[in-house]
């Protein structure tokens, strides 16, 4: 069974950079050929994927945040990061880590994190 966890501050400040990491247990971030998303949801408004490292490392991004948006990850804690500068208000929402096939990039995932809330506030 797969599990994963997001941490990071809940309260960031405008301008300043989101950064959250997912912890993975149970399976390998290496392990072929899954991705590793980061999907987020605003208050009232459907799910968001913003990006994702697959497991040889290559990276995506959603073309809309492409520009602000990093994803790394460290294979010797079996954790990716996320990492979202320039952050506004409008950044304020649940971010989720999420597992799916490469091949379904985006659309499918098998394990998702519990989210963690973010607000971007001074």
């Known amino acids: 069974q797969v599990q994963l966890q997001e941490s990071g501050p809940g309260l960031v400040k405008p301008s300043q950079m989101l950064s959250l990491t997912c912890t993975v247990s149970?399976?390998?971030?290496?392990?072929?050929?899954?991705?590793w998303s980061w999907i987020r949801q605003p208050p009232g408004k459907g799910l968001e994927w913003m990006g994702a490292i697959a497991y040889d490392g290559s990276t995506y991004y959603s073309p809309s945040l492409k520009s602000r948006t990093s994803i790394s990850r460290d294979t010797s804690k079996n954790q990716f990061s996320l990492q979202l500068s320039s952050v506004t208000p409008e950044d304020t929402a649940v971010y989720y880590c999420a597992r799916g096939p490469l091949e379904s990039l985006g659309d499918e995932y098998d394990y998702w994190g519990q989210g963690t809330q973010v607000t971007v506030s001074s």
């Open positions: 149970g399976g390998s971030i290496t392990t072929s050929y899954y991705a």
